[in-house]
């Protein structure tokens, strides 16, 4: 299939961006996505012009590193999957693809598709991790957790830290991020003794770096690629209530 | 040359560990604080070692070229983690670990390495879960286990088929709360360039920082490689896009020996290649062999007819369905080794049975599981897989079998380490899939995740202490020393070299290239011939690299292509060595498979007279290598031909 791509460059965080259109032919439809990306940028070293940068890594839908804005939607056109996982049997012949990068002030734009998230790293340092020390364990049998709650926590850990989330809400709220690790966690005996402080915690940071709030569209729940559930959020907003007033 | 020995401690195999801790050296806490750690790479052995590092009081700094450490490859691994916890009371042991992944790396690894990965698993389990990793669990809230290629015994554990994500995230945790703590330093979208020597020791590496371009130079006492492995080098594998070998190829090219790399790892169960553009293959995760039944069609003329979309795998009687694992295999059956697996594959597809429109596809049937345990028990277990697959190849494999085929996967060659983990560079540690020590010739199922979390929790901060009691006396050296300077500015020549080239083709065109000659030449099926066409094809091809390569953009910028460039110029010659060794190699064993030793009845034909060896290679200039022999020699077992009969 022959398609046209507008797809944002931008040069570094400081200079100003624009949409660029360029052409591709003959496209397979059993070609993903990023190799369609590809194929692109071949075209373009050709030309001897600089290729379009953009994330992307295990190119397998866990690792969470690619992003992009496909028509309106984080991940593109297509449910419970990630970019890398798209393929262009989505797409038909003659249609014209925008491609955006992750659009939040938290997620500066580090070149073209490209966004510095570490904005996520920096809440997970706050307290999204269970504080043992190597070595200072028990035998892992005798936690004994019900299969129900492993199963939610799971769940909610499934989460690979993508950012759609974030770039799908009109807020740029991360609550589905934040709500799943704390969620992933309180489902387990072994996170609860500093569930209050990790909550509280890692609600300040998410606040002080600039994400919004959620006003309950679940914009994020419909674009996560890995189906977190919103219940997480209210997971989360419960945790934090009783936080704050025990 | 350098020294090989092993430094294998003394005593008893079941005792040498145990030996080793009540007497090495430590370091007390006042002077961890003055110690720096280099660590590079944010997998299960680099994530896990730097937060164990940083929990004990060392300086430790952190190097990945992701966005985040949680991007790190260690996070596709779908299957599972062993370990010896005998839970299932289905008769395993320490020991029995030990053995079946010794038999299972066709004897040629490390008796004693081997023996201590087996001893530390269980701890490695009550460490996770102490973490809170979200392992599948029974109805009465214990542990569940399933199996994995290459045991009688079921003894892996797993969180869905999301294993390694669930924990690297435990990993990365740790990693985390160490940074907050101040005591580890992350340096994200750094790539490490090259290592420092200062009087014959590892005292720091030059990165750089792929954001601004720009050349940084960091000192550590120690520096530990956690970089994973090579399979690139064959362009199409299951590995992320940028795994690479270059930390590798650099401390190589350093004086550290590179061990075994011929050894490498086809999965016999991955997506087929669907077409000329692709850019990596997916795996299938190994714990589908335990409800998925391996087949190709009994007549040639049914194989055709699938091939061409005339007849559908559902039409074909059980009776003329050929599961020629089980059929060669009875004992172990669908859940043999993988090299066995793979090498089956393609003798099937190779004699025409193969079930795809290129043959190069057996089916993975799971119609007898659904009917047996029903839809939802299968979904349950593999549901995450079965989406991915469907989502890549639009077929939906509750219905039709999934179609499958071998591809690269893990490398079981690395940096040649002694039994602490240090390379023949002192103060060089190497952790993870990056080093050679633990899977011989071939690696077990749910073994990677394994020793990626020994090395990195429950040996590197024992060994590491070891050597950086000799080191409390060096303060920190500054990094305006002229071996900072001349490491920095040789790394700059080659960058400028590559960006000077002004040729016309592509990093990614060279790199397939590369790919194809690895695949056909060096991949599941080797011979003395294609060896040497390989290294003569390798050799021009990398002359044609250094001529006509193109790179866009500037050496001083987030620039993808001088990345990539920079990590296919490593390949261009490690693909060699790769070749190199697999020719000096005179047998079969595990993953290497040289058509001219094997049985009648086509299995491999291990030499041990001649090659119970591991071959250390050494840099000698370009193009240039010599080959040393780590000599091994099993005390504890019985070396026997490798029989999953």
């Keep these: 299939m022959d398609l046209t791509l507008k797809i944002w460059r931008q040069k570094d965080a400081k200079s100003k961006g624009k949409f660029v259109t360029y052409h591709v032919k003959d496209i397979s439809p059993t070609c993903s996505f990023l190799e369609m990306l590809d194929i692109l940028n071949e075209q373009l070293i050709q030309k001897n012009e600089e290729p379009v940068t953009f994330d992307h890594d295990c190119r397998e839908g866990i690792c969470g590193m690619c992003s992009l804005y496909i028509n309106g939607r984080p991940h593109g056109p297509d449910d419970a999957i990630t970019t890398c996982q798209l393929h262009m049997r989505k797409f038909k012949d003659g249609d014209t693809i925008v491609i955006e990068p992750w659009r939040a002030r938290p997620f500066p734009v580090i070149k073209d598709l490209m966004v510095d998230r570490s904005a996520f790293d920096k809440i997970i340092q706050e307290g999204g991790y269970i504080s043992v020390n190597t070595g200072a364990f028990t035998e892992a049998n005798s936690i004994l957790i019900s299969k129900e709650d492993a199963d939610l926590s799971m769940d909610a850990a499934a989460c690979i830290g993508c950012g759609a989330c974030v770039a799908a809400c009109k807020n740029a709220s991360a609550m589905l991020f934040v709500g799943a690790k704390i969620s992933h966690l309180a489902m387990l005996p072994q996170g609860a003794p500093e569930a209050k402080r990790r909550v509280l915690k890692m609600v300040a940071k998410m606040d002080e770096l600039g994400f919004g709030n959620c006003t309950n569209t679940y914009a994020c729940e419909a674009e996560c690629p890995k189906l977190i559930k919103r219940s997480n959020i209210a997971r989360l907003n419960r945790q934090f209530l009783t936080a704050k007033v025990s | ?645």
């Design chain 2, 1 to 645: 040359m350098a020294d090989l020995n092993p430094k294998i401690p003394q005593g008893p195999l079941s005792q040498k560990w145990s030996h080793y801790k009540d007497h090495q050296n430590l370091v007390n806490p006042s002077n961890k604080r003055k110690l720096d750690i280099i660590v590079v790479g944010t997998g299960l052995a680099g994530a896990s070692a730097a937060a164990s590092l940083g929990e004990l009081g060392f300086n430790v700094k952190i190097f990945c070229y992701q966005d985040s450490p949680r991007r790190a490859h260690s996070i596709a691994a779908q299957g599972g983690i062993n370990a010896a916890k005998n839970y299932p009371n289905d008769g395993d042991t320490i020991y029995r670990l030990f053995y079946d992944t010794i038999k299972g790396g066709d004897y040629r690894s490390r008796e004693a390495n081997v023996y201590r990965l087996a001893e530390v698993s269980n701890a490695i389990i009550d460490q996770c879960v102490a973490q809170g990793v979200p392992f599948a669990r029974e109805y009465n809230g214990t542990l569940e286990n399933r199996s994995f290629g290459g045991a009688q015994v079921s003894r892996t554990f797993y969180a869905r088929g999301q294993t390694g994500q669930q924990l690297l995230l435990g990993a990365y945790g740790s990693l985390s709360r160490q940074i907050k703590a101040g005591t580890v330093t992350l340096y994200n979208r750094h790539e490490m360039m090259d290592l420092v020597i200062i009087d014959g020791k590892a005292r720091g590496i030059i990165a750089r920082n792929l954001i601004t371009g720009q050349l940084e130079r960091y000192f550590g006492h120690a520096v530990v490689l956690a970089t994973g492995g090579y399979g690139n080098v064959f362009y199409l594998s299951t590995n992320a896009m940028g795994s690479n070998v270059s930390a590798c190829w650099q401390v190589f090219k350093k004086g550290a020996y590179f061990a075994n790399p011929c050894f490498t790892q086809i999965h016999p169960t991955c997506i087929p290649v669907h077409g000329d553009y692709q850019s990596k293959l997916t795996l299938m995760s190994e714990s589908l062999r335990n409800d998925g039944r391996i087949w190709v069609p009994k007549k040639k003329e049914d194989a055709q007819k699938v091939r061409e979309g005339k007849l559908k795998a559902r039409d074909i009687p059980e009776e003329d369905r050929d599961y020629y694992l089980e059929r060669r295999y009875p004992a172990y059956g669908n859940l043999v080794p993988r090299d066995v697996a793979s090498r089956a594959a393609k003798e099937r597809c190779d004699a025409g049975y193969g079930v795809n429109e290129t043959g190069l596809a057996v089916f993975l049937d799971f119609e007898e599981s659904i009917k047996r345990l029903g839809k939802n028990v299968i979904e349950e277990r593999y549901g995450n897989l079965f989406q991915m697959y469907e989502k890549i190849v639009d077929e939906n494999p509750y219905e039709n079998p999934m179609m499958i085929y071998p591809a690269v996967h893990y490398t079981m060659g690395g940096i040649w380490v002694d039994y602490e983990l240090m390379s023949t560079i002192p103060g060089l540690f190497v952790a993870g899939e990056a080093n050679y020590s633990d899977h011989g010739a071939n690696r077990l199922g749910a073994s990677a995740l394994m020793q990626g979390l020994a090395d990195g929790y429950f040996i590197l901060p024992y060994t590491l202490q070891n050597y950086l009691a000799s080191e409390i006396k060096v303060p920190r050296i500054p990094t305006d020393r002229p071996e900072f300077t001349e490491a920095e500015n040789g790394v700059r020549n080659r960058l400028e070299k590559l960006m000077n080239i002004k040729g016309s083709l592509s990093v990614d065109h060279f790199h397939k290239e590369l790919g194809k000659i690895m695949w056909e030449n060096v991949g599941m099926g080797r011979n003395e011939q294609n060896l040497r066409k390989a290294i003569e094809r390798i050799r021009s091809l990398r002359e044609d690299f250094w001529k006509n390569l193109c790179i866009t953009g500037s050496i001083n910028d987030l620039n993808t292509e001088l990345e990539k460039a920079n990590r296919v110029a490593d390949f261009l010659e490690l693909g060699e060595l790769i070749a190199l060794d697999a020719l000096q190699r005179n047998e079969s064993c595990g993953g290497h498979f040289r058509e001219e030793y094997q049985t009648k009845e086509g299995e491999c034909l291990r030499n041990d007279q001649d090659y119970k060896y591991v071959a250390a290679w050494e840099f000698k200039g370009s193009g240039q290598f010599e080959v040393h022999k780590e000599p091994l020699q099993y005390e504890e077992i019985e070396v026997k031909q490798r029989v999953y009969k």
